[in-house]
């Protein structure tokens, strides 16, 4: 099976600051959304990485979370999985996210809290987000200049 690929596109105008960007992605379901530093470092309502990142790993651990239910027998009806993404400012400047924090909840017939508890976990050595966000990624950066 070949990968499969999913595609965003930012553009950013102007300095960090004053500037602002516009994201799009492949399915159109970001359509020109944008975001600025006041969206990301400020409370001005908008997206930013950090939500954005936040985002993907609940909706990819609740994924992975009910498969490994079901592969374990049970019939998940609900996960609800609540992230939150930290992003610390550093003493010499800039920003460092330092961790996520996943807070996970269900509805699953006929388990008790110490096998959802166990399960909770095992889905998370699973989720392909969580691994990303544990062991890294390989970045591959190619610049042009226009």
């Known amino acids: 099976m070949a990968d499969i690929k999913r595609v965003a596109r930012v553009r950013w105008n102007g300095d960090l600051r004053t500037g602002k960007g516009r994201i799009d992605t492949e399915s159109g379901v970001l359509a020109d959304v944008e975001y600025s530093f006041s969206t990301r470092f400020e409370d001005e309502p908008g997206t930013n990485p950090e939500e954005l990142i936040a985002a993907a790993h609940a909706a990819c651990y609740s994924m992975a979370f009910a498969n490994v239910l079901a592969e374990r027998g049970y019939d998940p009806e609900t996960i609800e999985t609540h992230a939150t993404c930290s992003l610390t400012p550093l003493e010499e400047g800039g920003f460092e996210i330092t961790g996520m924090r996943l807070v996970v909840s269900g509805e699953v ?10 399960i909770a976990y095992e889905a998370d050595e699973e989720c392909p987000v969580s691994n990303l966000l544990r062991e890294g990624l390989q970045i591959t950066l190619e610049p042009a200049l226009v």
Request: charged share 60%.
């Open 109 to 118: 017939a006929d388990i008790d809290e110490e096998t959802f508890r166990r």
